[in-house]
């Protein structure tokens, strides 16, 4: 028996005993209790207080305490004078669980003895050990029997009796982890029982490469401590992250078995006796001091110490470093670090949390408390404690106290239950927050077995041998790998040996051996010839020990030996050179390249001229340059010696044997060259005379001959033509094409520098390159008296009112003609006769012919007082003559100067403020107005307010002058003066201004036309104008401008009138004329009016089309207004100030309306201009125009609501990007139509063209019309008042060929091109004009070439300006008018021209307008009249009709159709399918055509992420001597071309990179010289273009054919080399990219693997090419979302979104309401969807958003036949039509029932338009609504038919509604127009209303209708609906139906009468 039990005994026993026996007498001194109980934990911190004794005495003695007994070890002792019990020495529960103290008490001679006992509680703090550390036990590889099966225990002992039973194991490391290339659904190959420690494999394991090892190394961990749920209820999860692996993968921790492990303390106990540990009462405690172990350790494993912190708590380590702790939150919650969980929980990991003690008692009831007792600070007051709860199911949670001992606990705690003490000690949790871990390693051996074949690391060897070598000779070393272990018997002993060999044909001996240890491969037979076989391919085969063999392909090269002569490819050459010039050495140029061939490879080829072989040898010679030799010229060539001319005629040879082995001639060979002079342009044209002088009188009438001065040009003997011009003389003259000067117009004299100028005359010849030679002529001008004499000034003269007669001045003359010739004085002054007759009262004359040293002159005065009230001024015409009578009347103004002699009248004044909106400076309104004879009594008169001002009006009391605030708003505002006047002492004179304010919108500026009139004043125009009354001279101009422009159906509005038109940046206030600040200066007799026209609907007409009407009727207006009139022209310069640039609003507008000039729209800043008439004020914007030179065209892909075009609309798509919808027949970012008809007598107005050169024009024109008028730009009306030609373009077809008329300052230029384009084709025309030359070319010069055709004289015209254009304006503001004129055709002499243009009108279509590289709109035109948008003829020339997504082209002549982008088929309506291009990918096309050598044409559609580059498509001639190819450089499209001869070399689309993940069509050209590519609709910088012909101009020669090989010239995405039929590599090759409708000259090619073959292609090679263009992984696989968001995949890149047609608002999604950016066109109606929405469509248009006007279909030539057949038919049908109207009429009634019924839940219906106007039935739609699972396939992605989902083409989850009449013939409503009906897929529909399949495709790929299965109106059971699927691939566009739409909750238009069954679990389709 335990001792400890036994003195329990006995002292129980004597207690007992003393308290029963009697007698004795009771001592003085007792205790409190005669027994204190206490339980510490053993790890209790030394020197706590255990507990405290009390023992009293009855007398008040003093008492004294000690420890009698019971404390052998020294672990306590007591405080005698306070009895208390403190902690002294380290308690083990491993060595006594409980202690009995007794304790002693004296004082006053007595004494008194109690029980003290402490029961202590484990602690873990004992780790685990491992007895047998570091296991290492053999598994045989492969063998997978009895799996999984324990192969081993690996088992810890845990000391701590806590831990008996509660260990739990985890294995880590090899096979538990998953390693890099594993694939993630492997799973594990070992686990471990997390009770018993019981290793288990689960997989037979590999040792092999690349996944095996040949030693697998487990690392197992084991953890005790008090883990809730681990020893009862499950395993604790701990995770191990992966890098890029977002799914965590749980590490194990064996499998739970409850039931094992009850014996788990004996073997404990057993494993720690062993090594040398002592057992005592069931408890193993080591013989050291355990204290101390986790300083010493335990074994070589490492062993922690960790605290269970909470939920889901790990500490993870990286091998074997220092871990780290993490809080794992689970359901997206975040991580914190173990730092932050102490922070917010109270506690730290272990060694960083707070120590304290919890000190409980059960004694009495008021005792249950618990105190914290700081070791620093002492106790604090009462609270709960918190720890953390061992497990890891647990959180951090509240700890409660320790439970009180129960009652029945007495006997067994020795009695100690009445009182007892509690401590606790460690760490903040206590036991239950200690964790140890130890680790050990266990390494698994895999023993090898011979289960791998050898392998060849290279599967293909290549050797190489020189050919005559003997036998034995080694050729390569051959070397195969075993993956079995080398060291282990004979797996990996390889022997070799040749399985199939090479035989000589001749002997049937083998060529090669191999040494079957060594590998080494010789030759068996001697003298191999390279030329016989190049090449040998051998199969080699390696067998390991075991009999396992591998083959690998041995490839043995013969390399070269130049044992054969070479051979020249000809045995004669002929070349045609070019003269050089005699003055300069022979250009080192090549003349001829020779060729010739070797069949040898390894040998050099040199050439020469055989010396002394003919004429001419020593004149060539020949380097040599790779395999070829190049003729060059060693003297001059000239073709005009005789010799020369006659040719040359030579030997040239050829060696490989080096520069020296021409001896051998049996390696020698040599051909004839004969060599012919060519004659070329070396000699200028030469003036008969170099200068000449002329006289002429100035009156010459136009045409004079001044001079001849011809030239002549001995080049083509003496046959060259010359072309001459003349720059300089005034700008007057002219030479014709004989070299005859004369006058191109009159001349003036008396001009600057009008009496001589010099002429240089340019003779350029016609040779190439031209060559020029000039002339000077001097011209001298012979004076005329043709200048009457003018009044010298001051013309301007004052007169005070009421004086006196006074003089008022002298008038003296001059006479700018010449004196000497009597062209002058003496002068003649007289009043002239026409004057009133108040001037001839008022005004005398004197003449003194003494006057200005006798040249006479005059005394002007006045005859009497003049009275300024009855004559402000006086206009005085005096009548001048000079020496020979030639006389002029000129106007004298004598202004009377006022005097204050009129006293003042009240009056009242009415102010229009135009303002601008945005505020602006303070506005000046005038002057206030009061009636007053007098104006120039300003200074005796004072303005003051009448009565409390107003706060938004100053007013200046000096001057009378009103300011308006910049606040000031829209309205009426009445104001109150009064005016005194000190010279009348008048005061108090009312004075009242109403001020009305009107504010201009951006708009009404933009649209405002200005109109100049001259001479008027603008007082003069708005006096008497009210703006609702019109009235006055503004009224009429008002009323002539609105007949003019539509009459009552517009308004004419007036934006800004103000003076002095001629300088734009003044800005002049100009003030009454009654009341001036000072003496007056005179204002400018013009005045600007800013007209605009706004029709009924608030509509403001066109700018465009304003300012033509208004310059076609300046002659009406001039007529009605008395006053010269003029559209403003006038070009200022635009400025970067305040003033000169538009506001953004105004930038839309700008381009929506297509100018390239408009009204600067500042909102701020902008000046006012007052115009005071006194009694009113009119104050507006000064508005100026500046016409750009910049482009302001819009070449954004996105839109606002202002700039789509033709009626498209601006709606926002899926990625938040606003995007154009737009009708049919527009196309491109903003809806442009690019083409127009034009009738008989068609015409139509355009944006004006850019003033500024250069200036590119180009367009399409289609006609069979010889005469007709392309474009005009010009003035509208006649322009009488000329000095100089007015400003003309025009372009027009003149007996079928082009031609271009120009006047204006740099002189008439007229060119024409010999080539017809009246041919019924379509045919481009260039226009270039900078600043020296204009340029017109037909066709791109890429048509009409042949052999013979030696220049471009048939594609091109170039001409230089007779004088350089400066910066100056080179054509007018007139609108652009295409296709004819609309005014009356101009005439010569009306403006200045030597020709006017044609009158005929064009017939035909004009399309692709382009200026400047943007395309013009043809479409939404200024005016037009018998125009259309579109080309009709084009459209009705095609047999059939090219569907939807396609279009008629080819001209009148070819009509063919041609689809759009990703469609092809019959009607257009097949999606193409594209092709996914990976490494080393490539595609070779064979064509059943051959391109036009000058003009092809390539396009292909592609898509790609990123800027990648690589060959896009490539046409090729023979051998690649020439080749144009498409390819991407950085995400750009390049365009490139090689071969000689070429003027162009590449050119490329840098602004519009392509990697963006969108599908784009990429196309490039190459006409003749010229080479432009262009990306998706080749607006704008979407196109680049290098026009060689147009830019270069000695590019005149022929360009080089490109006769593309039709066997072998198409190669797409990369250029391959092979050798022999091997493939090396692939140059440029395009990498991650799809490519799609490959095209040819218009032609589509194959693309593979969807298509192999067409009628124009056929595959020969293609390698890595995927079908489809779906990403090879999804891209949100590794991608998380915050929610709500969720991944959708982009194409190849995940996007956080709320899904299709929602969006994220707040922290929610919510859908988005697509009809509020009204997506339907046509008049369609839009009905939301949640998500997406339908477009219910008028009759006549069809499309997801009513796009399309649908067609009618073709009529075939048998239809008339047909349909008197089914009419003959029809009687025998009369039956069962009945029969059909019965069945329908009880359809549509249930389908009423079925749609109106509230709850149902019908996924479709019938909808029912009702009655139209005409009384006809109304229309049934079948709405079938349509669901799609997954990412649309690429033809769903591009059918019209799919709703949107804001524009997204990638859509998952996608809607779609199909809609298809019930009751007309299926061809007028064809639901086709939704889905293409060539392919289709089949899907059952169940009664649950949704559907998953295996598509299959019906038909055979053919076309097959959508089709619909009923039993008597109602859905069957099952029933079929198509859907379209491309090619064999039945794996994409997978549908469900579901019921996505309710109709009951989707209203329709006002027609529409939707009813639902009162049945709900039957549908209707």
């Known amino acids: 028996m335990d001792p400890g039990k036994i003195f329990q005994i006995i002292t129980n026993s004597t207690l007992l005993a003393t308290r029963l026996l009697p007698g004795g007498s009771a001592s003085p001194l007792h205790f409190s209790s005669p027994r204190y109980c206490a339980t510490l934990p053993e790890d209790l911190t030394l020197g706590a207080v255990v507990l405290t004794v009390a023992a009293s005495h009855d007398h008040g003695a003093e008492v004294r305490y000690s420890i009698a007994g019971g404390n052998s070890d020294g672990l306590f002792s007591m405080d005698e004078r306070s009895g208390t019990l403190s902690l002294a020495a380290s308690l083990d529960y491993e060595l006594s669980r409980r202690h009995e103290l007794v304790v002693a008490a004296e004082g006053g001679n007595a004494a008194a003895r109690a029980l003290i006992m402490v029961q202590v509680t484990d602690v873990n703090d004992n780790p685990p050990v491992f007895p047998q550390p570091e296991p290492r036990l053999t598994i045989v590889e492969e063998d997978d029997r009895d799996l999984p099966a324990t192969i081993t225990r690996v088992e810890a002992v845990d000391a701590d009796e806590t831990d008996a039973g509660r260990l739990v194991y985890r294995v880590s490391g090899d096979g538990v982890e998953r390693r890099e290339g594993e694939e993630e659904e492997e799973g594990a190959f070992f686990t471990i029982n997390a009770r018993t420690g019981d290793l288990i494999q689960l997989r037979a394991l590999d040792r092999d490469p690349p996944h095996g090892m040949s030693v697998w190394r487990l690392r197992v961990e084991v953890r005790d401590g008090k883990w809730q749920g681990v020893s009862q209820e499950a395993t604790p999860a701990f995770y191990h992250y992966y890098p890029g692996d977002s799914s965590p993968r749980q590490a194990s921790w064996g499998h739970q078995k409850p039931d094992q492990g009850p014996d788990h303390a004996k073997k404990a106990a057993a494993a720690l006796h062993q090594s040398g540990s002592r057992c005592t009462a069931g408890r193993c405690v080591s013989n050291k001091r355990k204290r101390s172990m986790s300083h010493q350790g335990i074994s070589n494993r490492k062993t922690r110490v960790v605290a269970a912190a909470g939920d889901r708590e790990v500490r993870q380590q990286q091998g074997n470093t220092r871990g780290f702790w993490k809080r794992l939150r689970v359901g997206g919650e975040r991580l914190v670090t173990n730092s932050e969980a102490a922070r917010e929980e109270g506690f730290g990991p272990p060694g960083e949390g707070q120590r304290h003690l919890t000190l409980s008692s059960s004694r009495c009831q008021h005792h249950n408390t618990s105190t914290h007792l700081n070791p620093e600070s002492g106790p604090e007051e009462p609270h709960r404690t918190h720890s953390g709860h061992s497990g890891y199911n647990a959180g951090f949670r509240e700890r409660r106290d320790v439970p009180r001992p129960s009652p029945n606990s007495q006997q067994d705690d020795g009695g100690c239950s009445a009182a007892g003490i509690s401590l606790r000690g460690g760490s903040a949790g206590g036991d239950e927050g200690r964790v140890h871990v130890a680790e050990t390693v266990v390494t698994v051996v895999v023993k090898d077995i011979n289960d791998n074949a050898p392998v060849f690391p290279n599967a293909t060897m290549v050797g190489q041998v020189q050919e005559n070598v003997p036998a034995g000779s080694a050729v390569v070393v051959v070397s195969a790998w075993d993956a079995d272990d080398a060291t282990d018997g004979s797996n990996a002993r390889l022997t070799y040996a040749i399985e199939k060999n090479v035989v000589d044909e001749a002997s049937g001996a083998a060529i090669f051996s191999v040494e079957p240890d060594t590998g080494l491969v010789r030759t068996a037979r001697c003298c191999l010839d390279r030329e016989a076989t190049p090449e040998y391919r051998l199969q080699v085969v390696a067998t390991d020990g075991g009999g396992l063999k591998g083959t690998g392909t041995v490839v043995v090269r013969v390399v070269d030996q130049n044992d054969n002569p070479p051979r020249l490819a000809r045995r004669s050459w002929e070349v ?18 020779l060729t010739a061939a070797d069949r040898d490879t390894a040998t050099t080829l040199h050439y020469r001229v055989e010396p002394r072989s003919g004429l001419g040898w020593d004149k060539f010679g020949v380097r040599s340059s790779g395999s070829s030799g190049q003729l060059f010229a060693l003297k001059s060539l000239d073709y005009e010696q005789e010799n020369h001319r006659r040719g040359f005629m030579f030997r040239v040879q050829v060696t490989d044997q080096g520069p020296h082995g021409w001896e051998d001639l049996s390696h020698v060979d040599s051909a004839w060259v004969t060599v012919r002079v060519k004659d070329v342009n070396d000699n200028p044209p030469l003036f008969s005379r170099s200068h000449a002088h002329v006289s002429v009188r100035e009156d010459a009438v136009r045409g004079t001959l001044l001079a001849t001065l011809p030239a002549q040009d001995h080049d083509a003997g003496g046959q060259q033509s010359v072309q001459y011009s003349l720059e300089g003389g005034w700008d007057a003259l002219d030479v014709d094409a004989y070299g005859n000067v004369t006058l191109r117009r009159q001349l003036d004299r008396e001009a600057p520098g009008g009496d001589v100028s010099e002429a240089l005359i340019v003779a350029v010849d016609g040779g190439h390159p031209p060559r020029s030679a000039t002339a000077t002529l001097t011209v001298s001008v012979e004076d005329v008296n043709d200048c009457p004499p003018a009044i010298l000034p001051p013309t301007l003269l004052h007169v005070t009112e009421g004086s006196p007669p006074s003089l ?21 002054f007289s009043l002239a006769p026409t004057n009133p007759p108040h001037i001839l009262s008022l005004i005398n ?11 006479g002159g005059a005394e002007l005065w006045t005859a009497g007082a003049v009275d300024r009230e009855q004559h402000r001024q006086l206009s005085v015409a005096v009548h001048v003559s000079d020496a020979q009578g030639l006389s002029a009347t000129h106007c004298l103004t004598v202004l009377v100067d006022d005097l204050n002699d009129n006293p003042m009248k009240p009056a009242a004044k009415a102010v229009y403020l135009w303002k601008t909106q945005g505020g602006g400076s303070d506005a000046p309104l005038g002057r206030v107005f009061v009636e007053d004879p007098d104006d120039w009594d300003l200074g005796d008169k004072e303005f003051e307010w009448a009565g409390a001002p107003h706060p938004l009006f100053t007013l200046q009391p000096r001057d009378g002058t009103i300011m308006a605030s910049s606040s000031l708003r829209e309205g009426r505002y009445e104001l109150q003066f009064s005016v005194s006047d000190r010279a009348w ?18 708009e009404a500026l933009a649209h405002a036309a200005p109109l100049v009139l001259t001479p008027i004043m603008p007082t003069d125009l708005t006096r008497g104008w009210l703006p609702t009354e019109g009235g006055g001279v503004l009224g009429s101009l008002l009323k002539a401008v609105q007949e003019m422009v539509g009459g009552s159906d517009y308004a004419v509005e007036v934006v800004s009138v103000y003076g002095g038109c001629s300088d734009a940046s003044t800005t002049l206030q100009l003030t009454p004329q009654r009341t001036p600040l000072s003496k007056p200066a005179m204002a400018e007799s013009s005045t600007c009016v800013w007209l605009s026209a706004k029709d009924a609907q608030d509509r403001y007409m066109n700018l465009v089309k304003l300012q033509g009407l208004l310059a076609l009727h300046t002659r009406q207006l001039e007529t009605a207004m008395g006053v010269s009139v003029v559209v403003n022209d006038a070009v200022i310069p635009a400025s ?10 105004d930038a839309d507008d700008d381009a929506r309306l297509g100018l390239h000039s408009v009204p600067f729209l500042a909102s701020t800043g902008l000046p006012l201009q007052v115009v005071d008439a006194n009694a009113t004020s009119l104050v507006t914007p000064r508005l100026t125009r500046a016409h750009s030179c910049l482009d302001h065209a819009q070449n954004s892909e996105t839109c606002t609501p202002t700039s789509c075009l033709n009626g498209g609309r601006c709606v926002r798509t899926e990625e938040g990007v606003y995007r154009c919808v737009c009708p049919g027949g527009a196309e491109g970012p903003q809806c442009k139509v690019l083409g127009r008809s034009f009738g008989d007598s068609g015409w139509a107005w355009l944006h004006p063209l850019p003033p500024c050169l250069p200036v590119i024009l180009s367009f399409r024109v289609l006609t069979r019309r010889p005469h007709g008028l392309l474009l005009y730009a010009g003035p509208l009306a006649p322009t009488p008042r000329h000095a100089t030609p007015a400003p003309m373009l025009a372009l027009q077809l003149v007996d079928g060929r082009p031609q271009a008329l120009l006047e204006g300052g740099g002189g008439p230029l007229k060119l024409k091109v010999n080539s017809s384009l009246s041919d019924g084709l379509w045919h481009s025309l260039h226009l270039s004009l900078d600043h020296q030359s204009v340029v017109m070319m037909v066709d791109q010069c890429g048509r009409g070439w042949t052999d013979r055709e030696q220049n471009n004289v048939s594609c091109l015209a170039r001409a230089r300006w007779r004088a350089s254009r400066g910066k100056d304006v080179w054509v007018g503001s007139a609108p652009l008018q295409v296709g004819g004129l609309a005014q009356t055709p101009p ?34 035109v200024a005016n037009s009249y018998d125009s259309a948008a579109g080309c009709p003829s084009q459209n009705a020339a095609c047999p059939q009709h090219c569907g939807l997504r396609g279009q008629c082209v080819g001209g009148l002549q070819h009509p063919r159709c041609e689809c759009d982008p990703g469609w092809t088929g019959s009607g257009c309506a097949t999606p193409t399918v594209p092709a996914r291009f990976k490494a080393s990918s490539y595609l070779k096309v064979a064509l059943s055509f051959s391109p036009d050598p000058w003009t092809v044409r390539v396009q292909v559609r592609l898509r790609l992420r990123g800027p990648r580059s690589g060959l896009v498509l490539q046409l090729a001639a023979r051998h690649r001597a020439a080749t144009l190819t498409l390819h991407l450089q950085a995400g750009v499209a390049c365009a490139t071309v090689s071969g000689a001869g070429w003027a162009a070399r590449r050119v490329c689309v840098e602004r519009r990179p392509l990697g963006d993940g969108s599908w784009h069509t990429v196309a490039a050209e190459r006409h003749g010289h010229n080479l432009l590519v262009s990306v998706d609709d080749g607006d704008g910088w979407r196109r680049n273009e290098t026009l060689a012909s147009l830019t270069v101009p000695g590019v005149k020669g022929p360009p080089l054919p490109l006769a593309v090989d039709k066997h072998d010239g198409v190669t797409v995405g990369g250029l391959p080399e092979f050798t022999g039929v091997d493939l090396v590599t692939v140059h440029d090759d395009l990498q991650d990219t799809c490519l799609d409708d490959l095209r040819v000259s218009g032609w589509p090619l194959p693309l593979p693997p969807a298509v192999n073959g067409t009628p124009w292609g056929q595959v020969t090679t293609a390698d890595n090419l995927a079908h489809g263009c779906h990403p090879h992984e999804d891209p949100c696989a590794n991608s998380r979302c915050v929610a709500p968001l969720s991944c959708s995949a982009s194409w190849d890149q995940p996007r956080c979104s709320c899904g299709p047609g929602r969006q994220l608002l707040g922290a929610t999604c919510e859908d988005v309401d697509e009809c509020l950016w009204q997506p339907c066109l046509h008049g369609g109606s839009c009905q939301n969807l949640q998500p997406g929405f339908l477009c219910v469509c008028r009759p006549g248009h069809l499309g997801d958003h009513c796009q399309w006007v649908a067609s009618p279909q073709g009529t075939h030539p048998l239809a008339l036949p047909i349909i008197m057949a089914v009419l003959a038919l029809s009687i025998l049908l009369l039956a069962v039509i009945g029969v059909l109207l019965s069945l329908g009429l009880r359809r549509f009634r249930r389908g009423r029932e079925n749609l109106t019924e509230p709850g149902g839940q019908g996924c479709s219906g019938i909808v029912t338009a009702g009655k139209n106007e005409a009384g006809s039935d109304g229309i049934h739609l079948e709405l079938v609504n349509l669901k799609s699972s997954r990412v649309l396939s690429n033809h769903v992605e591009n059918s019209f038919m799919s709703v949107r989902r804001g524009g997204g083409s990638d859509v998952s989850g996608s809607s779609a509604v199909m809609a298809r009449d019930t009751r007309r013939p299926s061809s007028l409503l064809d639901p086709t127009t939704f889905l293409p009906v060539e392919h289709f897929i089949a899907c059952s529909v169940h009664e649950e209303g949704s559907c998953s399949y295996t598509p299959t495709c019906e038909g055979g790929g053919e076309g097959s209708n959508i089709s619909f299965n009923f039993r008597e109106g109602e859905l069957n059971q099952q029933t079929e609906t198509v859907f379209p699927c491309t090619g064999n691939d039945t794996s994409r566009g997978m549908v469900n139906l579901s019921q996505a739409v309710d109709l009951h909750k989707v209203p329709f238009p006002p027609l529409a009468n939707a009813q639902r069954s009162p049945n709900p679990s039957r549908r209707r389709v």
Not at 1139 to 1145: A, D, I, L, V, W
């Open 576 to 593: 045609e050179v070019q003269e050089t010039p005699s003055f300069a050495p022979p250009a080192n140029t090549t003349l001829l390249e």
């Open 808 to 828: 008022l001045g002298v008038l003296k003359a001059t006479d700018p003609d010449v004196w000497a010739l009597g062209h002058g004085p003496p002068f003649t």
């Open 845 to 855: 004359l004197k003449f003194d012919p003494r006057l200005d040293s006798g040249r």
């Open 985 to 1002: 002492r008048q005061r108090g004179v009312a004075a009242n201004v109403t001020v009305t304010v009107q504010i201009l919108t951006p």
């Open 1136 to 1145: 970067n100030g305040p003033h000169g640039s538009p506001t953004p609003e």
């Open 1387 to 1420: 005439r010569p002499e009306d403006h200045g021209w030597r020709e006017a243009p044609t009158h005929h009108h064009l017939t035909g279509c004009l399309s692709r307008f382009t200026i400047n590289t943007q395309v013009v709109d043809l479409g939404e």
